[in-house]
């Protein structure tokens, strides 16, 4: 089905959560019974986050039966989570035990009554039946539609061992399986747990002020523009901005930033932030299906459903390995006795082993329930990587373009030195500041910010004749004298040259990567303001650890170059771009992945767009803060913080390794077993281990991911 279909879901398409998968083919028999149902016009089941979407009219009762073959459960999307019983204590597996009883009955009789005697082995077969019965009818249900997933091939095997007298053997893997397969659904259920934690962390309801009244409304009910007062220690359920009040907000929910932040007046605020302080009101501005928390929820379940290319390749390979298997286990079980004289008891046992073996789960298993446990590591710590092909690329990366301003810097002009002539510097700095309110220039700005933090009256000052020239400042009268303000050539221009110990300052300063702007008359230099971006605080450290990866680290920028080579320097980057135009940025990224195959690049989702598109990983910041950086990146570091890309590129080569191992050792494990075929070594006892074994180890090797952190 279409990918958009599921994006779409909303409109088109209801939502259900599912309780109980334990394997991607699971999923996808499911996902075909569904789509049987009579009223059902399509499905589309997403493993990862154990939900189905279905098209059409239906019922909970008609989607269980549909998965009554795995014994799914099946509810509303808004119902609460419902906590899964750990396998001890589940209803269903009552006939297990049973089961489990009877093989160690059956086993002790047959130390009484001899191998092959009737009584244990009327005991053994009743094991059998009792705990093999549903694996049986979905191995017929499967076998009948030429569908050999492992249910199947267990069917087989279990049946060949029965027919060739090995009774025990047989109940000993109907038992193993049932074991395996619900420590295989624990282990994902786990692995899920990362993102449905998510889900608890908005209230459902909130305290909402219309007109005079006050009211506990659900969330489902809330209009934006209603009121929402928040207390101390009360999380908020709804997105918003703050219209009274001012309080501390950890928001580590969303951002993954462990330092709260101080909230006031116009502060755009988060469903699922904790309000630790003051009492807050707060103007509603979404409803509940589209606050942050909810998109960055429904975002990591459709990275979730989205395949990495090693889970390409393994569904591409068990989709010809596991016919292979059936063609090879009948092979081994009659090639010997017809042409080599072998007992046929002996070959058609080894034959069923062969069966078990080769079973695919381990290998189909090993990539999806690592890039599910990957993304969900990282929404919880505020990275949101939208899909496993982003999170394989995010680990390979050897190249990693930053955007300078607003990126490797707070993208905020500052004055950092103020510099004047024979002068009082709060006179000149009025002046100053009285000229540049009326220029929209960022630099601007930054002088009358300064003027405001030095408490200067500078509104008071009466300008005239203000003019913008172009590209090189700007000029006013002021008291009837004519000033101008702007670059270093502005002032060459009036006064033919500047003044030697002048023009060194003027240097010295751009050296240190600010830009100089000269205040003065047709005659004089009054003073000279130096306005710099600052680096952020976490910058350099950052662009440490990338480099000590072995990540090339390259800064992009319009600005000139020696202004960029001072703030590259400081923060130690690998190479340095300056005097950039957005199309020179796009085809840097071309020649750097030209070079390096595998690069990213960090802006923020807006600017920048052609060179984050032509990178093989588009990072953008604040994705918290702007639906598009949500929307658009391939990756989206919820804070305004460089600090969460070490991490990110350290959990994805870790999940990029751990998917590696996962395959080689299924693959490993199961040719190393297949070779005990040879000497007539292979037992069905061997062959269960090495096939549920090596699920289990896989899985279990997935979840070491929710343990890398910062």
């Given at each position: 089905?279409?990918?958009?279909?599921?994006?779409?879901?909303?409109?088109e398409?209801?939502?259900?959560?599912?309780?109980g998968?334990?394997?991607?083919?699971?999923?996808?028999?499911?996902?075909?019974?569904?789509?049987?149902?009579?009223?059902?016009q399509?499905?589309?089941?997403?493993?990862?986050?154990?939900?189905?979407?279905?098209?059409?009219?239906?019922?909970?009762?008609?989607?269980?039966?549909?998965?009554?073959?795995?014994?799914?459960?099946?509810?509303?999307?808004?119902?609460?989570?419902?906590?899964?019983?750990?396998?001890?204590?589940?209803?269903?597996?009552?006939?297990?035990y049973?089961?489990?009883?009877?093989?160690?009955?059956?086993?002790?009789?047959?130390?009484?009554?001899?191998?092959?005697?009737?009584?244990?082995?009327?005991?053994?077969?009743?094991?059998?039946?009792?705990?093999?019965?549903?694996?049986f009818?979905?191995?017929?249900?499967?076998?009948?539609?030429?569908?050999?997933?492992?249910?199947?091939?267990?069917?087989?095997?279990?049946?060949?061992?029965?027919?060739?007298?090995?009774?025990?053997?047989?109940?000993?893997?109907?038992?193993?399986?049932?074991?395996?397969?619900?420590?295989?659904?624990y282990?994902m259920?786990?692995a899920?747990?990362?993102?449905?934690?998510?889900?608890?962390?908005?209230?459902n309801?909130?305290?909402?002020?219309?007109?005079?009244?006050?009211?506990?409304?659900?969330?489902?009910?809330?209009?934006?523009?209603?009121?929402?007062?928040?207390k101390?220690?009360?999380?908020?359920?709804?997105?918003?901005?703050?219209?009274?009040?001012?309080?501390?907000?950890?928001?580590?929910?969303?951002t993954?930033?462990?330092?709260?932040?101080?909230?006031?007046?116009?502060?755009?605020?988060?469903?699922?932030?904790?309000?630790?302080?003051?009492?807050?009101?707060?103007?509603?501005?979404?409803?509940?299906?589209?606050?942050?928390?909810?998109?960055i929820i429904?975002?990591?379940?459709?990275?979730?459903?989205?395949?990495?290319?090693?889970?390409a390749?393994?569904?591409?390979?068990?989709?010809?390995?596991?016919?292979?298997?059936?063609?090879?286990?009948?092979?081994?079980?009659v090639?010997?006795?017809?042409?080599?004289?072998?007992?046929?008891?002996?070959?058609?046992?080894?034959?069923?082993a062969?069966?078990?073996v080769?079973?695919?789960?381990?290998?189909?298993?090993?990539?999806?329930?690592?890039?599910?446990?990957?993304?969900?590591?990282?929404?919880?710590?505020?990275?949101?990587?939208?899909?496993?092909?982003?999170?394989?690329?995010?680990?390979?990366?050897?190249?990693?373009?930053?955007?300078?301003?607003?990126?490797?810097?707070k993208?905020?002009?500052?004055?950092?030195?103020?510099?004047?002539?024979?002068?009082?510097?709060?006179?000149?700095?009025?002046?100053?500041?009285?000229?540049?309110?009326?220029?929209?220039?960022?630099?601007?700005?930054?002088?009358v910010?300064?003027?405001?933090?030095k408490?200067?009256?500078?509104?008071?000052?009466?300008?005239?004749?203000?003019?913008?020239?172009?590209?090189?400042?700007?000029?006013?009268?002021?008291?009837?004298?004519?000033?101008?303000?702007?670059?270093?050539?502005?002032f060459?221009?009036?006064?033919?040259?500047i003044?030697?110990?002048?023009?060194?300052?003027?240097?010295?300063?751009?050296?240190?990567?600010?830009?100089?702007?000269?205040?003065?008359?047709?005659?004089?230099?009054?003073s000279?303001?130096?306005?710099?971006?600052?680096?952020?605080?976490?910058?350099?450290?950052?662009?440490?650890?990338?480099?000590?990866?072995?990540?090339?680290?390259?800064?992009?920028t319009?600005?000139?170059?020696?202004?960029?080579?001072?703030?590259?320097?400081?923060?130690?980057?690998?190479?340095?771009?300056?005097?950039?135009?957005?199309?020179?940025?796009?085809?840097?990224?071309?020649?750097?992945?030209?070079?390096?195959?595998?690069?990213?690049?960090?802006?923020?989702?807006?600017?920048?767009?052609?060179?984050?598109?032509?990178?093989?990983?588009?990072?953008?910041?604040?994705?918290?803060?702007?639906?598009?950086?949500?929307?658009?990146?391939?990756?989206?570091?919820?804070?305004?913080?460089?600090?969460?890309?070490?991490?990110?590129?350290?959990?994805?080569?870790?999940?990029?390794?751990?998917?590696?191992?996962?395959?080689?050792?299924?693959?490993?494990?199961?040719?190393?077993?297949?070779?005990?075929v040879?000497?007539?070594?292979?037992?069905?006892?061997?062959?269960?281990?090495?096939?549920?074994?090596?699920?289990?180890?896989?899985?279990?090797?997935?979840?070491?991911?929710?343990?890398?952190?910062?």
């Amino acid at each position: 089905m279409p990918e958009q279909l599921v994006k779409r879901s909303e409109q088109e398409m209801k939502a259900y959560r599912v309780q109980g998968f334990s394997c991607a083919s699971c999923a996808a028999t499911f996902e075909s019974n569904v789509k049987e149902l009579p009223g059902v016009q399509d499905a589309k089941v997403n493993f990862g986050a154990s939900k189905v979407y279905v098209k059409g009219e239906t019922t909970i009762e008609d989607l269980e039966k549909a998965g009554s073959f795995e014994n799914l459960k099946v509810r509303n999307d808004k119902e609460k989570r419902v906590e899964r019983k750990p396998f001890w204590k589940q209803k269903e597996n009552i006939k297990v035990y049973i089961s489990a009883v009877l093989l160690v009955i059956s086993w002790f009789l047959v130390q009484e009554y001899g191998e092959g005697h009737m009584i244990p082995t009327v005991g053994y077969a009743s094991s059998i039946l009792i705990g093999g019965y549903s694996l049986f009818i979905a191995g017929f249900k499967n076998l009948s539609r030429l569908n050999f997933d492992m249910k199947t091939l267990m069917t087989i095997a279990v049946i060949g061992a029965a027919i060739i007298g090995e009774w025990g053997e047989g109940a000993t893997v109907v038992i193993l399986f049932a074991i395996t397969e619900a420590l295989e659904r624990y282990s994902m259920d786990t692995a899920r747990k990362s993102i449905e934690s998510l889900m608890d962390i908005a209230p459902n309801e909130a305290l909402i002020r219309r007109g005079n009244e006050e009211m506990m409304v659900n969330v489902e009910n809330i209009q934006v523009n209603d009121i929402m007062i928040v207390k101390p220690g009360q999380k908020l359920a709804m997105d918003g901005v703050v219209i009274n009040g001012t309080s501390t907000l950890n928001q580590a929910a969303i951002t993954g930033e462990s330092v709260p932040v101080i909230k006031t007046m116009n502060d755009e605020v988060f469903a699922g932030t904790l309000n630790e302080e003051g009492l807050l009101e707060v103007k509603v501005t979404k409803h509940v299906e589209d606050t942050t928390l909810s998109k960055i929820i429904h975002l990591v379940e459709e990275a979730q459903a989205e395949r990495a290319p090693a889970q390409a390749f393994v569904d591409k390979f068990a989709r010809y390995y596991t016919p292979a298997i059936v063609i090879l286990s009948l092979l081994v079980a009659v090639v010997p006795p017809l042409l080599f004289g072998g007992v046929w008891a002996e070959w058609v046992y080894q034959g069923l082993a062969v069966l078990v073996v080769g079973c695919p789960c381990a290998l189909v298993v090993s990539t999806p329930v690592a890039v599910v446990t990957a993304i969900g590591n990282a929404a919880k710590h505020g990275v949101l990587i939208k899909g496993g092909v982003h999170l394989e690329e995010s680990g390979a990366l050897q190249a990693i373009a930053f955007d300078k301003t607003g990126t490797l810097t707070k993208g905020i002009p500052s004055v950092t030195d103020i510099v004047t002539y024979g002068e009082n510097e709060s006179e000149w700095m009025t002046i100053t500041a009285a000229i540049e309110k009326n220029s929209q220039h960022p630099l601007a700005s930054a002088i009358v910010r300064k003027a405001k933090e030095k408490r200067l009256n500078f509104n008071n000052v009466t300008v005239e004749e203000f003019h913008s020239i172009t590209g090189k400042g700007v000029k006013a009268k002021v008291n009837d004298v004519m000033y101008y303000v702007g670059s270093p050539n502005l002032f060459e221009e009036l006064h033919g040259n500047i003044e030697s110990t002048i023009k060194e300052k003027i240097t010295h300063m751009q050296t240190e990567g600010k830009t100089v702007m000269v205040s003065g008359t047709e005659n004089k230099i009054l003073s000279l303001i130096a306005v710099a971006d600052e680096i952020r605080e976490s910058s350099k450290e950052v662009i440490g650890k990338l480099n000590k990866l072995g990540i090339e680290t390259v800064m992009l920028t319009g600005d000139n170059q020696r202004t960029a080579t001072a703030i590259g320097k400081q923060v130690g980057v690998s190479d340095i771009k300056a005097d950039l135009l957005p199309e020179d940025k796009l085809n840097l990224i071309k020649e750097l992945r030209g070079k390096h195959q595998n690069v990213a690049m960090v802006g923020d989702g807006v600017n920048d767009a052609p060179a984050l598109a032509a990178s093989t990983v588009g990072v953008a910041m604040g994705g918290a803060g702007t639906d598009t950086a949500l929307e658009t990146a391939d990756v989206a570091l919820m804070s305004d913080d460089l600090s969460k890309l070490p991490y990110t590129v350290k959990l994805s080569r870790r999940a990029l390794a751990i998917i590696k191992q996962n395959i080689t050792f299924s693959l490993a494990i199961k040719a190393a077993a297949l070779l005990l075929v040879v000497p007539g070594w292979l037992t069905l006892w061997i062959a269960i281990f090495a096939d549920m074994g090596a699920t289990l180890l896989v899985t279990l090797n997935s979840l070491r991911l929710l343990k890398v952190k910062e």
